[in-house]
């Protein structure tokens, strides 16, 4: 096994070119396969995005069937189309962020509150512990997460209804 490479690296850091000349297949089983730039192969990785959430194409992470990180890539720039879209195929089905796309209703009173909003997903009610659980992401982004820890997104609240927007204001 290879030392795992840093989570965070200096700010231009992402200089390396070998650092994205990765393998990724699945092999026999399903299993993902990371092979290094050495040739050495990690078999059953799990590809976990890092934050930011606003920067979804970069700082990947590889990690074990232990969860112990094997490689983090800087960003998906160099991979090959094959990987890309391998890689780009084994986070959508890993990551479950459904996107608001309107709140219909925010129960009145004291926290929690029960939400009732239309997603890409389709509908979906759920409970806001806190006000502490609505977070900016970037200017006009929203990240809400409900009491069992499911995430929804609010990629640009510009861009919702004047309801929805009045109900996210008392919380951004």
Not at 30 to 43: A, Y
Not at 70 to 85: D, F, I, M, N, Y
Not at 141 to 165: E, Q
Request: with cysteine.
């Amino acid at each position: 096994m290879t030392t795992a490479q840093p989570l965070l690296q200096q700010p231009g850091a992402l200089a390396d070119p070998s650092a994205t000349q990765i393998g990724l297949a699945h092999d026999k089983l399903g299993r993902l396969v990371l092979t290094m730039p050495d040739g050495q192969s990690h078999i059953g990785v799990h590809p976990v995005r890092c934050f930011p959430f606003t920067a979804p194409l970069e700082w990947i992470s590889f990690c074990d069937a232990r969860g112990a990180e094997v490689h983090c890539l800087p960003t998906l720039e160099g991979l090959s189309g094959e990987a890309r879209s391998l890689l780009e195929a084994e986070l959508a089905r890993r990551e479950f962020i459904p996107v608001v796309r309107r709140v219909r209703e925010v129960s009145p009173g004291a926290e929690p509150t029960t939400w009732l909003v239309e997603t890409d997903r389709g509908e979906a009610r759920f409970t806001l512990p806190s006000e502490d659980n609505v977070r900016r992401l970037g200017a006009h982004g929203a990240l809400i997460t409900d009491a069992h820890g499911v995430r929804f997104r609010i990629h640009d609240t510009r861009t919702l209804d004047a309801r929805s927007r009045r109900f996210l204001v008392q919380y951004l």
